[in-house]
């Protein structure tokens, strides 16, 4: 154990006390209160080691995409979270709002054309 | 409650074991004994939204700055955090939206008007807010009735940037569709209109078939229903209905069987929504043959409700299968369960948190041992560059072995039919053939197959043109029992390899 808590850790936990007071009176007359103990963590170092990890490499990606079926653009896919669009609509209110602050990368557009074939049987 | 980021690819965000999903926290359940019953409920639900702000107010400066991060590719970008999707049952999103659980979380349908199939007006972060603030001033605003809101003054998601949280609420396909839409609705209907005893009976008299669950004793005596009894149910209720109910109830089935369907697939195209449209719109103009059969007064149904938001929801975040609530269900077992059952159950809490961290620090360790082996692997690959090119060959070679084999094994009676196949399609068969020399007679008796000469002609005829082979009465033939073809890959329901067992058992009357 003592060498497993020597190892490089995720992002680390962090307890709250929350006191609670009520509208019931205890029997000497004071508001009852509760304590409640709330573990938790930084989403923000949370979302760091998630984005920053390695073996997820292959499998990620950084900016929107609309993806069609067809070169006119016609059949437009939705598969992935960044086939959406609210990932394109939220990129391109960021991309506006901080025009100057912001590089250019992080709106980059891509339009792909996949050429798959359909099927249309389910189980 | 957990945490994971749309950059990753569904596929990884599904599997428990890549932990690609975060527990950022626990929330602590209280019993708030201190307030009197009159307003516990509502502290609950104050106490709720202060515990997330707690957690999430740190986005409130990450979704408006941005935060510089490295990432898995080793660039650095300047990231914005911002609450995209909130996927949880319907109580918790009436409980996140602040609204009573008799208004839809998403828009401000009238309780009355749940069964239509026109779109209310989505709820409004802003108009929300200062109907609260309002309402606190003790001004009372008709419209906060309206709307159906509960009086959480400050509901964690205020502040969050860009964040229009009415529309965070995924679709629901476990709980509504397959628990709600399916089993206490659409079958409830079917046993109403056709009695219970028929329904059963009808369930017996399937046939029993590969790949199908044959109800041996009926539906209503299964107690236990997993998702999987009601998959498998979906599978015949449409088989089982037909003769037994008027046509225009056999439309309402359909449809909303095919809606179930449709808002599974994990590829969505602009056609696939339509059609998931066309499914509701042929639902809603029918379905009043359940109101003249007297079986339903009305369809101000939650969950009936719910669905006329899915082609949005597939619309803003992709397919429904990126988030589902059966992944973090499975993620609950082994975060909160058996974190649980490795403490001393006092304080346990602290130790479930400790469990967790000690559980990933070995995870992180193998990931990164599992890393460096794969760069020194690449490190040496690049300094023998001769013996790598002769590794792939040899390996090449035996690929072309394996297929030719195969084919060989499989169309060595007909010939060389190499060409015309597919090398895609691959399939197997028994080693030898479990019927030998059989007779035509003796296959039409064995396996039902009336027409079997006609048919091997035609298949023989289009498959090699200007064969002389002309089948007759007087050839044998070896027959198999069954033929494994593993499909191609369709993009519609996954990656996941699908095989297709074709088997040549004739259908055996049931005994039901």
Known sequence: MKKVDKLPIGPEWKCNIIQVTGDRLD??????????????????????????????????????????????????????????????????WLFKRDKQKTDFYLVEVTKRCHHRPTHSFLR | MYLTIGNISKKLRRQPSTHATILVGYLPVAKLDCYSEATRSLQGY????????????????????????????????????????????????????????NRCPRCTVNPTDRGSPLASRLRDKNETLELLTKHQQGKDPPQFEKIGLRAVYKPFWAELPHCEIFRCFTSDILHQLHKGVFKDHLVQWCTQIMGEKELDKRFKAMNSYPGLRHFKKGISSVTQWTGTEHKEMEKVLLGITIGAVPSRFILVVRSLLDFIYLSQLQYHTTTTMKSLETCLKTFHDHKDIIIERNIREHFNIPKVHAIIHYVDCIHSFGSADGYNTESPERLHIEFAKDAYRASNKRDYVEQMALWLQRHEAMWLRESFLIWMENRLESMIKASDVNTMDEEEEDHDVHLQVVTQRD????????????????????????????????????????????????????????TLPGTMITPSNRDRFDAYKQVVISLPSNQYLGERIDMDRVRTSPSVNASG
């Open chain 2, 46 to 101: 104050r106490l709720f939204h202060h515990c997330m702000y707690m957690i999430f107010e740190c986005l409130i400066k990450a979704g408006t700055k941005g935060v510089e991060m490295v990432c898995a590719d080793g660039w650095i970008r300047l990231v914005y955090l911002i609450l995209a999707a909130y996927v949880a049952d319907f109580p918790e999103q009436c409980l996140v939206a602040c609204c009573m659980e």
């Open chain 2, 407 to 462: 084919i060989n094994i499989t169309h060595s009676h007909i010939g060389d039919t190499r060409d015309k196949l597919n090398l895609n399609v691959r399939y197997s068969l028994a080693k030898s053939p479990p019927h030998q020399n059989l007779m035509v007679e003796k296959l039409t008796e064995k396996f039902g197959t009336t027409n079997f000469l006609p048919a091997l002609s035609t298949f023989l005829r289009s």
């Open chain 1, 27 to 92: 029997d000497d007359g004071n508001a009852m209160t509760e304590q409640l103990e709330l573990w938790h963590r930084d989403p923000v170092e949370c979302v760091k080691a998630l984005i920053g990890n390695p073996a997820f490499k292959d499998f990620i990606s950084y900016v929107p995409e609309r993806v069609y079926t067809d070169n006119e653009g016609k059949v437009r896919v939705f598969d992935e979270m960044w086939t959406g669009t609210w990932w394109w609509d939220t990129q391109v």
